[in-house]
């Protein structure tokens, strides 16, 4: 029988991202005891500083979700995830969105190219997208990256720091929008390293207001260092391996 249940997993996808169980009441990701969870945990929307909002904090539940979207070829989960927010749909994250000078510019930090070609989409952007339709406003590619970026989940925090600091580099358009915000995109904040460096390559060639909106918030430092290492033995062990 589990042999039969795992094949008809694999083919008709029927396996809870959240739990791994098999049910026909997925949303179509989650089973509704994760589901009910997911809606828990996003009405803790978490502001790591004045000028950055994440719409999710790091729970085991959104640790399995964001690394599904990066790394198992889900790239529906974004927008998912972003409905889901009760933060955008209705809550602190949507009003503070709401309060910046209109209109919204969502800029996703960009992946490698070579990243990009493995994978075939760039997270962060799709959720510049989602952000974007719930919100009003537009995605727009601003930021181009300078150098290859070694895995920031293998460095230590002032190495991350360092690696990333000049990575980014502005690429706006000839014609620069002279009123709105810009709201720069990531998926998980950890240090903040990554979406400062976005920042700072911004602040420089455009007078707007610039924020930050990510999907998860991730407690600071250790937590951050190891998180691929963490999430590779979560979901080993929740896949039975
Ligand atoms: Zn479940």
Partial sequence: MDVLRTVANFVFGMECLGCGTSSEKLDPWL?????AELARESRSPKFPNEDSFCLFPMRPLTRRLVHALKYRNIPGLASYLVRRSSAVKHGEVAQELLMLAQP???????????????????QAELLAAALATAMGGKVCR???RKTFVVSQTKLSKEEREMNVAEAFVACLPQELPTRG???VVD???????????CLAALGTEIPLPL???????DEPASAA?????????????????
Avoid: M, Q
């Avoid at 998926?187 to 460096?197: L, R």
């Avoid at 924020?211 to 918030?217: D, E, R, S």
């Fill in 31 to 35: 089973c509704p005891t994760c589901a």
């Fill in 104 to 122: 919204l510019y969502f800029v996703p930090v960009p992946l490698h190219r070579a990243r990009y070609r493995e994978r075939g989409y760039n």
């Fill in 142 to 144: 601003w930021l181009r």
């Fill in 181 to 183: 915000s810009i709201v």
């Fill in 187 to 197: 998926d998980v904040f950890t240090t903040g390293a990554t979406t400062s460096a």
């Fill in 211 to 217: 924020k930050v909106c990510t999907l998860i918030y």
């Fill in 225 to 241: 260092a190891d998180f691929a290492a963490d999430c590779r033995a979560d979901w080993d062990a929740f896949r039975g391996k």
